[in-house]
């Protein structure tokens, strides 16, 4: 059987500079959804032409939006870069920039030209839960994602704040923390068998 080789990591991604190459349908869809986890990211927008809808978007979060042609000038400063142009020339020459100045970069719905994907993500308070196929299938990611959203309960944020100030009180070394954690929180989870 294959197996998922990714390694997952949650971005702060307030703290890094996102570039979104593209306006369009795709460009829209990339921005909603890092917004909607991340409200507070720092995005620039480059394309010729953007949706209306994009346009408001963008203006309701302090998107950078720069109405030009992609040039490889706009990959200065940046951290991560998605490149989702209805162009594959444009597409591909973003992932090979970003691949000769060590950037981060994901070309939509093209795997091969991609060092990470953006999966499904299901967020309750503190608790975030991200999916992925491996790029496989993008349909699975989201009816996992809405698995989960129905699954988590709404108030599982309180636990997670009780548990913390919980841990805070806990003395010993680490391992006496983790185990006293462990022992506490092993209900959580109906083993099997």
């Known amino acids: 059987m294959e197996r998922n080789e990714l390694y997952p990591v949650f971005l702060k991604v307030n703290n890094l500079n996102v570039l979104i190459v593209g306006g369009g349908n795709v460009g829209l869809e990339k921005l909603t959804f890092l917004l909607k986890s991340s409200p507070n990211a720092q995005v620039q927008m480059v394309a010729p032409e953007f949706l209306p809808e994009t346009l408001k978007l963008a203006g309701n979060h302090n998107v950078e939006i720069t109405k030009d042609v992609y040039q490889e000038k706009y990959l200065e400063g940046k951290h991560m870069v998605v490149a989702c142009t209805d162009k594959p020339e444009v597409n591909e020459q973003v992932y090979h920039d970003c691949r000769k100045l060590s950037k981060l970069v994901n070309v939509a719905d093209n795997p091969p030209f991609c060092d990470f994907y953006m999966g499904g993500i299901v967020t309750k308070g503190n608790v975030k839960v991200a999916i992925s196929t491996n790029g496989q299938s993008p349909t699975t990611a989201k009816r996992l994602r809405q698995f989960f ?9 309180d ?12 003395k010993g070394d680490f391992e006496q923390k983790v185990e006293a954690l462990n022992e506490f929180t092993k209900g959580l989870v109906n083993k099997k068998g």
Do not use: G, H, S
């Not at 997670?160 to 806990?170: A, D, G, S």
């Open 149 to 157: 959203e129905d699954v988590l309960p709404e108030n599982i944020d």
């Open 159 to 170: 636990l997670v704040k009780n548990l913390n100030e919980y841990r805070k009180t806990l």
